[in-house]
Protein backbone atom coordinates (compact mmCIF):
# COMPACT_ATOMS: atom_id res chain seq x y z
CA UNK A 1 0.00 0.00 0.00
CA UNK A 2 0.85 3.60 -0.41
CA UNK A 3 3.85 2.84 -2.40
CA UNK A 4 3.91 6.30 -3.87
CA UNK A 5 1.63 7.82 -1.47
CA UNK A 6 0.52 11.22 -3.30
CA UNK A 7 -2.35 13.90 -2.77
CA UNK A 8 -4.71 14.59 -0.28
CA UNK A 9 -3.39 11.78 1.91
CA UNK A 10 0.20 13.56 2.12
CA UNK A 11 -1.40 17.19 2.93
CA UNK A 12 -0.04 19.24 5.79
CA UNK A 13 3.14 16.80 5.85
CA UNK A 14 1.53 14.01 6.27
CA UNK A 15 3.56 10.89 5.92
CA UNK A 16 0.47 8.33 4.95
CA UNK A 17 1.78 4.70 6.42
CA UNK A 18 -0.23 0.97 6.12
CA UNK A 19 0.08 -1.82 8.22
CA UNK A 20 -0.83 -4.88 7.23
CA UNK A 21 -0.96 -6.99 10.36
CA UNK A 22 -4.55 -8.06 11.62
CA UNK A 23 -7.25 -6.13 9.80
CA UNK A 24 -4.34 -3.88 8.57
CA UNK A 25 -4.64 0.04 9.33
CA UNK A 26 -4.15 3.56 7.76
CA UNK A 27 -2.06 5.49 9.83
CA UNK A 28 -0.64 9.34 9.34
CA UNK A 29 -3.06 9.71 6.45
CA UNK A 30 -4.42 13.74 6.35
CA UNK A 31 -7.94 11.98 5.26
CA UNK A 32 -8.13 10.50 8.46
CA UNK A 33 -7.05 13.79 10.57
CA UNK A 34 -8.31 16.59 12.59
CA UNK A 35 -7.16 18.89 9.75
CA UNK A 36 -4.21 20.49 11.11
CA UNK A 37 -5.93 23.49 12.75
CA UNK A 38 -3.71 26.74 12.20
CA UNK A 39 -1.55 26.85 15.51
CA UNK A 40 -1.88 23.38 16.28
CA UNK A 41 -0.38 19.92 15.40
CA UNK A 42 -1.86 17.50 13.17
CA UNK A 43 -3.68 14.62 15.22
CA UNK A 44 -4.47 11.34 12.92
CA UNK A 45 -6.91 8.29 13.63
CA UNK A 46 -6.10 5.44 12.73
CA UNK A 47 -8.72 3.30 10.25
CA UNK A 48 -8.81 -0.39 9.50
CA UNK A 49 -9.48 -1.79 6.31
CA UNK A 50 -10.22 -5.25 6.77
CA UNK A 51 -14.26 -5.04 9.15
CA UNK A 52 -13.90 -1.49 8.64
CA UNK A 53 -17.11 -1.18 6.22
CA UNK A 54 -20.19 0.47 8.02
CA UNK A 55 -17.39 1.64 11.21
CA UNK A 56 -17.46 5.27 10.51
CA UNK A 57 -19.94 6.16 7.39
CA UNK A 58 -23.46 5.76 8.74
CA UNK A 59 -22.47 4.88 12.26
CA UNK A 60 -23.36 7.25 15.22
CA UNK A 61 -19.89 8.41 15.55
CA UNK A 62 -19.36 9.28 12.06
CA UNK A 63 -18.28 13.52 12.33
CA UNK A 64 -16.21 12.57 15.38
CA UNK A 65 -13.72 10.02 13.44
CA UNK A 66 -11.30 11.90 12.09
CA UNK A 67 -11.71 15.09 13.93
CA UNK A 68 -14.10 16.45 16.58
CA UNK A 69 -17.91 16.64 15.44
CA UNK A 70 -17.92 19.60 17.85
CA UNK A 71 -13.98 21.03 17.29
CA UNK A 72 -12.40 22.68 20.35
CA UNK A 73 -9.68 23.97 18.14
CA UNK A 74 -8.92 28.15 18.10
CA UNK A 75 -12.48 30.19 18.18
CA UNK A 76 -14.16 26.76 17.71
CA UNK A 77 -15.59 26.70 20.74
CA UNK A 78 -16.85 30.14 22.03
CA UNK A 79 -18.55 30.13 18.60
CA UNK A 80 -20.35 26.26 19.16
CA UNK A 81 -21.04 27.39 22.92
CA UNK A 82 -23.43 30.09 21.38
CA UNK A 83 -25.33 27.68 19.55
CA UNK A 84 -24.19 28.46 15.85
CA UNK A 85 -23.56 25.48 13.57
CA UNK A 86 -21.31 24.46 10.71
CA UNK A 87 -22.94 26.02 8.64
CA UNK A 88 -23.12 29.36 9.57
CA UNK A 89 -19.47 29.51 8.66
CA UNK A 90 -18.83 25.99 6.37
CA UNK A 91 -21.67 26.73 4.68
CA UNK A 92 -20.54 24.84 1.28
CA UNK A 93 -19.28 22.05 3.56
CA UNK A 94 -21.75 21.08 5.74
CA UNK A 95 -25.72 20.96 6.07
CA UNK A 96 -25.54 20.20 9.38
CA UNK A 97 -23.82 19.49 12.54
CA UNK A 98 -24.01 16.12 11.16
CA UNK A 99 -24.09 16.22 7.66
CA UNK A 100 -22.36 17.16 4.82
CA UNK A 101 -23.52 19.00 1.92
CA UNK A 102 -21.38 18.73 -0.68
CA UNK A 103 -18.36 15.58 -0.47
CA UNK A 104 -16.55 17.47 -2.70
CA UNK A 105 -15.37 20.08 -0.54
CA UNK A 106 -14.87 17.56 2.07
CA UNK A 107 -11.41 16.30 2.74
CA UNK A 108 -10.08 18.17 0.32
CA UNK A 109 -7.23 19.88 1.82
CA UNK A 110 -8.83 22.81 1.86
CA UNK A 111 -11.01 24.18 5.62
CA UNK A 112 -13.75 25.74 3.19
CA UNK A 113 -15.12 29.15 4.24
CA UNK A 114 -18.47 29.74 3.85
CA UNK A 115 -20.69 32.06 5.38
CA UNK A 116 -24.45 32.28 6.26
CA UNK A 117 -27.04 33.87 7.56
CA UNK A 118 -26.21 37.22 9.78
CA UNK A 119 -22.20 36.00 8.94
CA UNK A 120 -22.86 36.25 5.35
CA UNK A 121 -20.27 38.65 3.53
CA UNK A 122 -17.54 37.71 6.26
CA UNK A 123 -13.94 37.77 4.31
CA UNK A 124 -10.86 35.71 6.01
CA UNK A 125 -7.71 36.84 4.78
CA UNK A 126 -4.71 34.21 4.91
CA UNK A 127 -3.25 35.60 8.39
CA UNK A 128 -6.96 33.85 9.64
CA UNK A 129 -8.39 37.52 10.26
CA UNK A 130 -12.06 37.95 9.91
CA UNK A 131 -12.89 40.92 8.49
CA UNK A 132 -16.51 42.52 6.96
CA UNK A 133 -18.54 40.10 9.34
CA UNK A 134 -21.38 41.45 10.61
CA UNK A 135 -21.38 39.31 13.21
CA UNK A 136 -17.80 41.45 14.48
CA UNK A 137 -19.50 45.16 13.70
CA UNK A 138 -20.99 47.56 16.28
CA UNK A 139 -24.37 46.82 13.94
CA UNK A 140 -23.94 49.77 11.45
CA UNK A 141 -20.94 48.77 9.44
CA UNK A 142 -18.17 49.35 11.44
CA UNK A 143 -15.95 46.37 11.84
CA UNK A 144 -13.68 44.50 13.93
CA UNK A 145 -11.15 42.33 12.53
CA UNK A 146 -10.78 39.38 15.29
CA UNK A 147 -8.22 36.64 14.40
CA UNK A 148 -9.24 32.98 14.88
CA UNK A 149 -6.55 32.06 16.93
CA UNK A 150 -6.29 34.73 19.24
CA UNK A 151 -9.33 34.79 21.94
CA UNK A 152 -8.64 38.17 22.90
CA UNK A 153 -9.66 39.87 19.50
CA UNK A 154 -12.97 38.99 20.02
CA UNK A 155 -13.82 39.90 23.62
CA UNK A 156 -16.57 41.94 24.65
CA UNK A 157 -15.76 45.47 23.56
CA UNK A 158 -14.14 44.32 20.61
CA UNK A 159 -16.97 44.78 18.25
CA UNK A 160 -18.22 48.16 19.58
CA UNK A 161 -17.76 49.93 22.78
CA UNK A 162 -19.68 48.97 25.38
CA UNK A 163 -18.38 50.11 29.21
CA UNK A 164 -15.27 50.62 31.46
CA UNK A 165 -16.57 47.37 33.58
CA UNK A 166 -17.04 45.49 30.44
CA UNK A 167 -13.62 45.99 29.34
CA UNK A 168 -13.37 48.26 26.93
CA UNK A 169 -14.47 52.29 26.06
CA UNK A 170 -17.66 53.91 27.10
CA UNK A 171 -20.07 53.18 24.03
CA UNK A 172 -20.89 57.30 23.16
CA UNK A 173 -22.74 57.06 19.57
CA UNK A 174 -26.13 59.05 20.09
CA UNK A 175 -27.24 60.21 23.49
CA UNK A 176 -25.16 57.01 25.20
CA UNK A 177 -22.51 59.25 27.12
CA UNK A 178 -25.00 61.33 28.11
CA UNK A 179 -26.90 58.75 30.06
CA UNK A 180 -24.01 57.32 31.61
CA UNK A 181 -21.42 59.90 32.46
CA UNK A 182 -20.37 60.67 36.10
CA UNK A 183 -18.85 63.51 35.69
CA UNK A 184 -18.34 66.65 37.80
CA UNK A 185 -21.07 68.07 35.07
CA UNK A 186 -22.90 64.92 34.51
CA UNK A 187 -26.64 65.53 34.46
CA UNK A 188 -27.85 62.37 33.26
CA UNK A 189 -29.38 59.30 35.11
CA UNK A 190 -25.82 58.24 35.88
CA UNK A 191 -26.23 54.36 35.12
CA UNK A 192 -24.10 52.17 36.25
CA UNK A 193 -20.55 51.32 33.69
CA UNK A 194 -19.93 48.49 35.86
CA UNK A 195 -22.00 45.76 34.07
CA UNK A 196 -24.64 45.03 31.32
CA UNK A 197 -27.28 46.34 33.90
CA UNK A 198 -27.09 50.01 32.53
CA UNK A 199 -27.47 48.93 28.90
CA UNK A 200 -30.63 46.79 30.01
CA UNK A 201 -32.24 50.13 31.11
CA UNK A 202 -33.10 50.77 27.43
CA UNK A 203 -32.22 47.50 25.65
CA UNK A 204 -33.34 43.74 26.01
CA UNK A 205 -30.15 41.73 25.96
CA UNK A 206 -30.88 38.51 25.78
CA UNK A 207 -28.54 35.87 24.02
CA UNK A 208 -31.31 35.03 21.27
CA UNK A 209 -31.18 38.93 21.01
CA UNK A 210 -27.83 39.80 20.34
CA UNK A 211 -26.17 39.69 17.17
CA UNK A 212 -29.35 38.94 15.61
CA UNK A 213 -29.43 41.73 12.76
CA UNK A 214 -31.65 43.96 15.20
CA UNK A 215 -30.41 46.61 18.21
CA UNK A 216 -33.06 45.40 20.57
CA UNK A 217 -35.06 48.29 22.70
CA UNK A 218 -37.27 47.37 25.90
CA UNK A 219 -40.46 47.32 24.01
CA UNK A 220 -42.22 49.10 27.16
CA UNK A 221 -40.06 52.16 26.59
CA UNK A 222 -42.27 53.46 23.71
CA UNK A 223 -39.27 54.15 21.68
CA UNK A 224 -39.87 54.42 17.31
CA UNK A 225 -37.01 53.09 15.45
CA UNK A 226 -34.65 56.20 13.70
CA UNK A 227 -34.30 58.18 17.08
CA UNK A 228 -37.82 59.32 17.91
CA UNK A 229 -40.42 57.99 20.80
CA UNK A 230 -40.59 58.32 24.37
CA UNK A 231 -38.84 56.26 26.77
CA UNK A 232 -41.09 56.16 29.71
CA UNK A 233 -41.08 56.29 32.54
CA UNK A 234 -37.99 58.43 32.61
CA UNK A 235 -39.29 60.49 29.06
CA UNK A 236 -42.40 60.74 29.17
CA UNK A 237 -42.59 63.16 26.10
CA UNK A 238 -41.44 62.63 22.88
CA UNK A 239 -37.50 62.64 22.52
CA UNK A 240 -34.98 62.09 19.78
CA UNK A 241 -31.79 60.12 20.16
CA UNK A 242 -29.65 61.80 17.94
CA UNK A 243 -30.26 65.22 18.31
CA UNK A 244 -28.45 66.26 21.27
CA UNK A 245 -29.92 67.74 24.55
CA UNK A 246 -33.34 67.53 25.70
CA UNK A 247 -35.32 69.83 26.55
CA UNK A 248 -36.42 70.76 30.92
CA UNK A 249 -40.23 71.08 29.61
CA UNK A 250 -40.21 67.68 27.81
CA UNK A 251 -40.36 66.20 31.42
CA UNK A 252 -40.97 69.10 33.65
CA UNK A 253 -44.29 70.09 31.47
CA UNK A 254 -46.98 67.88 30.75
CA UNK A 255 -46.67 64.13 31.24
CA UNK A 256 -44.27 64.26 33.69
CA UNK A 257 -40.28 61.93 33.87
CA UNK A 258 -40.04 59.35 36.85
CA UNK A 259 -36.79 58.65 37.38
CA UNK A 260 -35.78 55.74 40.53
CA UNK A 261 -39.45 56.72 41.76
CA UNK A 262 -38.92 60.70 41.76
CA UNK A 263 -41.43 62.65 40.00
CA UNK A 264 -40.02 65.48 38.15
CA UNK A 265 -41.76 68.34 39.82
CA UNK A 266 -44.58 69.81 37.49
CA UNK A 267 -43.48 73.04 35.77
CA UNK A 268 -46.48 72.98 33.24
CA UNK A 269 -47.58 76.81 34.51
CA UNK A 270 -44.42 77.94 33.74
CA UNK A 271 -45.71 79.35 29.98
CA UNK A 272 -48.87 80.55 31.17
CA UNK A 273 -48.57 82.20 34.78
CA UNK A 274 -44.57 81.67 35.50
CA UNK A 275 -41.79 83.28 34.45
CA UNK A 276 -41.86 81.81 30.70
CA UNK A 277 -45.26 84.51 30.11
CA UNK A 278 -44.55 86.32 27.75
CA UNK A 279 -44.21 89.90 29.53
CA UNK A 280 -41.32 88.23 31.85
CA UNK A 281 -40.08 86.03 28.95
CA UNK A 282 -37.71 83.88 30.93
CA UNK A 283 -37.11 79.85 29.76
CA UNK A 284 -35.93 77.45 32.48
CA UNK A 285 -32.17 78.48 31.90
CA UNK A 286 -32.14 81.63 32.47
CA UNK A 287 -31.94 80.89 36.14
CA UNK A 288 -31.15 77.24 36.11
CA UNK A 289 -27.79 76.04 34.64
CA UNK A 290 -28.15 73.96 31.83
CA UNK A 291 -25.29 71.36 32.61
CA UNK A 292 -25.21 70.89 36.34
CA UNK A 293 -25.43 67.95 38.33
CA UNK A 294 -29.34 66.91 38.17
CA UNK A 295 -30.89 63.82 39.03
CA UNK A 296 -29.46 61.54 41.84
CA UNK A 297 -28.57 64.66 43.68
CA UNK A 298 -26.75 68.33 42.88
CA UNK A 299 -28.71 71.38 42.24
CA UNK A 300 -29.17 73.02 38.98
CA UNK A 301 -30.20 76.43 40.21
CA UNK A 302 -26.98 79.26 39.32
CA UNK A 303 -25.17 80.32 42.33
C1 LIG B 1 -12.66 10.55 7.10
C2 LIG B 1 -12.41 11.58 8.08
C3 LIG B 1 -13.53 12.57 8.32
C4 LIG B 1 -14.83 12.31 8.68
C5 LIG B 1 -15.48 10.98 8.91
C6 LIG B 1 -15.48 13.60 8.80
N1 LIG B 1 -14.58 14.60 8.51
FE1 LIG B 1 -14.99 16.57 8.43
N2 LIG B 1 -13.08 16.95 7.86
C7 LIG B 1 -12.08 16.01 7.73
C8 LIG B 1 -10.85 16.67 7.38
C9 LIG B 1 -9.51 15.98 7.14
C10 LIG B 1 -11.13 18.04 7.31
C11 LIG B 1 -10.13 19.17 7.02
C12 LIG B 1 -10.47 20.05 5.85
C13 LIG B 1 -10.48 19.38 4.49
O1 LIG B 1 -9.49 18.75 4.11
O2 LIG B 1 -11.50 19.52 3.79
C14 LIG B 1 -12.54 18.16 7.61
C15 LIG B 1 -13.23 19.38 7.63
C16 LIG B 1 -14.54 19.54 7.99
C17 LIG B 1 -15.22 20.80 8.06
C18 LIG B 1 -14.59 22.16 7.77
C19 LIG B 1 -14.97 22.70 6.42
C20 LIG B 1 -14.10 22.26 5.28
O3 LIG B 1 -14.57 22.35 4.12
O4 LIG B 1 -12.96 21.86 5.49
C21 LIG B 1 -16.50 20.54 8.43
C22 LIG B 1 -17.61 21.55 8.62
C23 LIG B 1 -16.62 19.12 8.62
N3 LIG B 1 -15.41 18.54 8.35
C24 LIG B 1 -17.78 18.50 9.02
C25 LIG B 1 -17.91 17.13 9.15
C26 LIG B 1 -19.16 16.49 9.47
C27 LIG B 1 -20.48 17.20 9.70
C28 LIG B 1 -18.91 15.16 9.50
C29 LIG B 1 -19.90 14.03 9.73
C30 LIG B 1 -20.99 13.97 8.75
C31 LIG B 1 -17.49 14.97 9.20
N4 LIG B 1 -16.93 16.20 8.99
C32 LIG B 1 -16.83 13.77 9.14
C33 LIG B 1 -12.21 14.65 7.90
C34 LIG B 1 -13.38 14.01 8.23
C1 LIG C 1 -17.58 30.90 13.69
C2 LIG C 1 -17.23 30.19 12.49
C3 LIG C 1 -17.04 28.68 12.58
C4 LIG C 1 -17.96 27.74 12.99
C5 LIG C 1 -19.35 27.95 13.55
C6 LIG C 1 -17.32 26.45 12.78
N1 LIG C 1 -16.07 26.63 12.27
FE1 LIG C 1 -14.74 25.16 11.76
N2 LIG C 1 -13.37 26.56 11.26
C7 LIG C 1 -13.56 27.93 11.32
C8 LIG C 1 -12.32 28.59 10.98
C9 LIG C 1 -12.11 30.10 10.90
C10 LIG C 1 -11.37 27.58 10.71
C11 LIG C 1 -9.91 27.76 10.32
C12 LIG C 1 -9.74 27.76 8.83
C13 LIG C 1 -8.31 27.76 8.41
O1 LIG C 1 -7.44 27.47 9.23
O2 LIG C 1 -8.06 28.05 7.22
C14 LIG C 1 -12.07 26.32 10.91
C15 LIG C 1 -11.48 25.08 10.73
C16 LIG C 1 -12.13 23.85 10.86
C17 LIG C 1 -11.51 22.56 10.68
C18 LIG C 1 -10.06 22.33 10.32
C19 LIG C 1 -9.27 21.94 11.56
C20 LIG C 1 -9.35 22.97 12.69
O3 LIG C 1 -9.75 22.56 13.79
O4 LIG C 1 -9.02 24.15 12.46
C21 LIG C 1 -12.48 21.61 10.93
C22 LIG C 1 -12.31 20.11 10.90
C23 LIG C 1 -13.70 22.32 11.26
N3 LIG C 1 -13.46 23.69 11.21
C24 LIG C 1 -14.88 21.71 11.55
C25 LIG C 1 -16.00 22.37 12.04
C26 LIG C 1 -17.20 21.70 12.50
C27 LIG C 1 -17.43 20.20 12.48
C28 LIG C 1 -18.06 22.69 12.92
C29 LIG C 1 -19.44 22.54 13.55
C30 LIG C 1 -19.56 21.60 14.67
C31 LIG C 1 -17.38 23.96 12.73
N4 LIG C 1 -16.15 23.73 12.21
C32 LIG C 1 -17.94 25.22 13.06
C33 LIG C 1 -14.74 28.58 11.65
C34 LIG C 1 -15.88 27.97 12.13
C1 LIG D 1 -30.60 55.43 27.46
C2 LIG D 1 -30.88 54.32 26.62
C3 LIG D 1 -29.74 53.44 26.21
C4 LIG D 1 -28.80 52.85 27.04
C5 LIG D 1 -28.70 52.94 28.54
C6 LIG D 1 -27.92 52.08 26.16
N1 LIG D 1 -28.33 52.21 24.87
FE1 LIG D 1 -27.43 51.38 23.24
N2 LIG D 1 -28.78 52.33 22.00
C7 LIG D 1 -29.82 53.10 22.43
C8 LIG D 1 -30.54 53.63 21.28
C9 LIG D 1 -31.78 54.51 21.32
C10 LIG D 1 -29.86 53.13 20.13
C11 LIG D 1 -30.22 53.40 18.66
C12 LIG D 1 -31.36 52.51 18.27
C13 LIG D 1 -31.93 52.81 16.89
O1 LIG D 1 -32.40 53.92 16.66
O2 LIG D 1 -31.92 51.93 16.04
C14 LIG D 1 -28.76 52.33 20.64
C15 LIG D 1 -27.85 51.65 19.83
C16 LIG D 1 -26.87 50.79 20.30
C17 LIG D 1 -25.97 50.02 19.45
C18 LIG D 1 -25.92 50.05 17.93
C19 LIG D 1 -24.74 50.84 17.46
C20 LIG D 1 -24.80 52.29 17.84
O3 LIG D 1 -23.79 52.77 18.43
O4 LIG D 1 -25.81 52.97 17.56
C21 LIG D 1 -25.16 49.30 20.28
C22 LIG D 1 -24.05 48.36 19.87
C23 LIG D 1 -25.55 49.63 21.64
N3 LIG D 1 -26.59 50.53 21.61
C24 LIG D 1 -24.92 49.10 22.74
C25 LIG D 1 -25.16 49.54 24.04
C26 LIG D 1 -24.39 49.10 25.19
C27 LIG D 1 -23.24 48.13 25.14
C28 LIG D 1 -24.93 49.69 26.30
C29 LIG D 1 -24.47 49.59 27.74
C30 LIG D 1 -23.07 49.91 28.00
C31 LIG D 1 -26.03 50.54 25.81
N4 LIG D 1 -26.12 50.42 24.45
C32 LIG D 1 -26.85 51.33 26.62
C33 LIG D 1 -30.16 53.38 23.74
C34 LIG D 1 -29.44 53.01 24.85
C1 LIG E 1 -18.76 39.39 18.25
C2 LIG E 1 -19.05 40.80 18.31
C3 LIG E 1 -19.74 41.32 19.57
C4 LIG E 1 -19.29 41.20 20.86
C5 LIG E 1 -18.02 40.50 21.36
C6 LIG E 1 -20.25 41.89 21.68
N1 LIG E 1 -21.26 42.41 20.91
FE1 LIG E 1 -22.86 43.48 21.56
N2 LIG E 1 -23.54 43.64 19.64
C7 LIG E 1 -22.91 43.13 18.51
C8 LIG E 1 -23.68 43.47 17.33
C9 LIG E 1 -23.37 43.06 15.90
C10 LIG E 1 -24.79 44.24 17.79
C11 LIG E 1 -25.85 44.92 16.91
C12 LIG E 1 -27.27 44.48 17.18
C13 LIG E 1 -27.57 43.01 16.94
O1 LIG E 1 -27.29 42.47 15.83
O2 LIG E 1 -28.12 42.37 17.87
C14 LIG E 1 -24.68 44.31 19.23
C15 LIG E 1 -25.58 44.95 20.08
C16 LIG E 1 -25.46 45.08 21.44
C17 LIG E 1 -26.40 45.77 22.30
C18 LIG E 1 -27.66 46.46 21.85
C19 LIG E 1 -28.83 45.52 22.08
C20 LIG E 1 -29.03 44.48 20.98
O3 LIG E 1 -28.76 43.29 21.21
O4 LIG E 1 -29.47 44.85 19.90
C21 LIG E 1 -25.93 45.66 23.57
C22 LIG E 1 -26.58 46.23 24.83
C23 LIG E 1 -24.70 44.90 23.52
N3 LIG E 1 -24.43 44.57 22.21
C24 LIG E 1 -23.95 44.59 24.63
C25 LIG E 1 -22.81 43.81 24.60
C26 LIG E 1 -22.07 43.40 25.77
C27 LIG E 1 -22.47 43.76 27.20
C28 LIG E 1 -21.00 42.66 25.33
C29 LIG E 1 -19.93 41.95 26.14
C30 LIG E 1 -20.42 41.11 27.24
C31 LIG E 1 -21.08 42.62 23.88
N4 LIG E 1 -22.18 43.32 23.47
C32 LIG E 1 -20.16 41.98 23.07
C33 LIG E 1 -21.72 42.42 18.49
C34 LIG E 1 -20.97 42.08 19.61
C1 LIG F 1 -33.15 55.90 33.60
C2 LIG F 1 -33.85 57.01 32.99
C3 LIG F 1 -33.62 57.27 31.53
C4 LIG F 1 -33.84 56.40 30.49
C5 LIG F 1 -34.27 54.95 30.53
C6 LIG F 1 -33.62 57.15 29.29
N1 LIG F 1 -33.21 58.42 29.59
FE1 LIG F 1 -32.63 59.83 28.27
N2 LIG F 1 -32.05 61.03 29.77
C7 LIG F 1 -32.31 60.82 31.11
C8 LIG F 1 -31.85 61.95 31.88
C9 LIG F 1 -31.98 62.16 33.36
C10 LIG F 1 -31.28 62.84 30.96
C11 LIG F 1 -30.67 64.19 31.26
C12 LIG F 1 -31.73 65.24 31.02
C13 LIG F 1 -31.26 66.64 31.24
O1 LIG F 1 -31.13 67.00 32.39
O2 LIG F 1 -31.00 67.34 30.25
C14 LIG F 1 -31.42 62.23 29.65
C15 LIG F 1 -30.99 62.80 28.48
C16 LIG F 1 -31.34 62.37 27.22
C17 LIG F 1 -31.00 63.05 26.00
C18 LIG F 1 -30.14 64.31 25.88
C19 LIG F 1 -28.69 63.90 25.80
C20 LIG F 1 -27.73 65.07 25.91
O3 LIG F 1 -26.70 65.02 25.23
O4 LIG F 1 -27.98 66.00 26.69
C21 LIG F 1 -31.56 62.32 24.97
C22 LIG F 1 -31.51 62.64 23.50
C23 LIG F 1 -32.23 61.18 25.57
N3 LIG F 1 -32.07 61.24 26.93
C24 LIG F 1 -32.93 60.21 24.87
C25 LIG F 1 -33.35 59.02 25.42
C26 LIG F 1 -33.94 57.94 24.68
C27 LIG F 1 -34.28 57.98 23.20
C28 LIG F 1 -34.17 56.94 25.56
C29 LIG F 1 -34.77 55.58 25.31
C30 LIG F 1 -34.21 54.80 24.22
C31 LIG F 1 -33.73 57.38 26.85
N4 LIG F 1 -33.24 58.64 26.74
C32 LIG F 1 -33.81 56.64 28.01
C33 LIG F 1 -32.88 59.69 31.65
C34 LIG F 1 -33.21 58.54 30.96
C1 LIG G 1 -35.12 63.36 31.54
C2 LIG G 1 -36.09 64.15 32.25
C3 LIG G 1 -35.64 65.46 32.83
C4 LIG G 1 -35.13 66.54 32.15
C5 LIG G 1 -34.85 66.65 30.66
C6 LIG G 1 -34.95 67.56 33.10
N1 LIG G 1 -35.30 67.13 34.35
FE1 LIG G 1 -35.20 68.19 36.08
N2 LIG G 1 -35.81 66.57 37.11
C7 LIG G 1 -36.23 65.39 36.56
C8 LIG G 1 -36.65 64.49 37.62
C9 LIG G 1 -37.20 63.07 37.45
C10 LIG G 1 -36.48 65.20 38.82
C11 LIG G 1 -36.77 64.70 40.22
C12 LIG G 1 -35.65 63.84 40.73
C13 LIG G 1 -34.70 64.53 41.61
O1 LIG G 1 -35.12 65.40 42.34
O2 LIG G 1 -33.50 64.19 41.59
C14 LIG G 1 -35.94 66.50 38.46
C15 LIG G 1 -35.60 67.47 39.37
C16 LIG G 1 -35.25 68.76 39.04
C17 LIG G 1 -34.96 69.79 39.98
C18 LIG G 1 -35.00 69.68 41.48
C19 LIG G 1 -33.77 68.95 42.00
C20 LIG G 1 -32.50 69.61 41.57
O3 LIG G 1 -31.71 68.96 40.87
O4 LIG G 1 -32.32 70.77 41.88
C21 LIG G 1 -34.64 70.91 39.26
C22 LIG G 1 -34.26 72.28 39.79
C23 LIG G 1 -34.73 70.56 37.88
N3 LIG G 1 -35.09 69.24 37.78
C24 LIG G 1 -34.50 71.42 36.86
C25 LIG G 1 -34.39 71.05 35.54
C26 LIG G 1 -33.99 71.95 34.48
C27 LIG G 1 -33.70 73.42 34.67
C28 LIG G 1 -33.96 71.21 33.34
C29 LIG G 1 -33.53 71.68 31.96
C30 LIG G 1 -32.23 72.30 31.88
C31 LIG G 1 -34.36 69.87 33.68
N4 LIG G 1 -34.61 69.80 35.02
C32 LIG G 1 -34.47 68.82 32.79
C33 LIG G 1 -36.23 65.05 35.21
C34 LIG G 1 -35.75 65.85 34.20
C1 LIG H 1 -36.74 83.43 37.17
C2 LIG H 1 -35.87 82.33 37.50
C3 LIG H 1 -36.42 80.94 37.24
C4 LIG H 1 -36.93 80.46 36.08
C5 LIG H 1 -37.14 81.17 34.74
C6 LIG H 1 -37.21 79.05 36.33
N1 LIG H 1 -36.90 78.75 37.64
FE1 LIG H 1 -37.06 76.95 38.51
N2 LIG H 1 -36.54 77.72 40.27
C7 LIG H 1 -36.09 79.01 40.46
C8 LIG H 1 -35.76 79.18 41.87
C9 LIG H 1 -35.23 80.46 42.51
C10 LIG H 1 -36.00 77.96 42.50
C11 LIG H 1 -35.80 77.58 43.94
C12 LIG H 1 -37.03 77.69 44.73
C13 LIG H 1 -36.83 77.20 46.15
O1 LIG H 1 -35.67 76.97 46.54
O2 LIG H 1 -37.80 77.03 46.80
C14 LIG H 1 -36.49 77.06 41.44
C15 LIG H 1 -36.86 75.76 41.67
C16 LIG H 1 -37.16 74.86 40.67
C17 LIG H 1 -37.42 73.45 40.88
C18 LIG H 1 -37.39 72.73 42.21
C19 LIG H 1 -38.49 73.21 43.11
C20 LIG H 1 -39.75 72.44 42.90
O3 LIG H 1 -40.65 72.97 42.28
O4 LIG H 1 -39.81 71.29 43.35
C21 LIG H 1 -37.66 72.90 39.66
C22 LIG H 1 -37.98 71.44 39.35
C23 LIG H 1 -37.57 73.97 38.70
N3 LIG H 1 -37.27 75.13 39.33
C24 LIG H 1 -37.75 73.78 37.36
C25 LIG H 1 -37.85 74.83 36.46
C26 LIG H 1 -38.20 74.65 35.08
C27 LIG H 1 -38.48 73.30 34.40
C28 LIG H 1 -38.21 75.88 34.51
C29 LIG H 1 -38.58 76.22 33.08
C30 LIG H 1 -39.91 75.79 32.68
C31 LIG H 1 -37.84 76.81 35.55
N4 LIG H 1 -37.63 76.13 36.72
C32 LIG H 1 -37.73 78.19 35.37
C33 LIG H 1 -35.97 79.96 39.50
C34 LIG H 1 -36.41 79.88 38.21
Known sequence: MFRTPSGTATYYGATPSYDPTGSGSCLTNYCHSNGVPSSALPVYKTASWAFGKNSIV???GECSACHDAAPGTNAHTG??????????????TAATNSSIKDASKHVNGIK????????????????????TSYCHSNGRGVYSSPNWTM???????????TAPGLGGALIASGAHFAHFSTSAAAYGP???????????????????????????LNGTLGYQRN?????????????NWTTG???????HTGALSVINGATAPDKSLAATAGHGTSAI?????????????????????QP
Do not use: W
Open 151 to 161: KATGACGSCHA
Open 281 to 301: GRGCTACHERNARHINGGSRL
Open 227 to 239: GTGTCTPCHAAQV
Open 79 to 92: HLSRGYSCAVCHAA
Open 58 to 60: GTP
Open 112 to 131: EMSFAGAALGTEIDVSDTCT
Open 245 to 251: AVTCESC
Open 190 to 216: MLTTQNSTGCQACHNLSSANHVNQSID
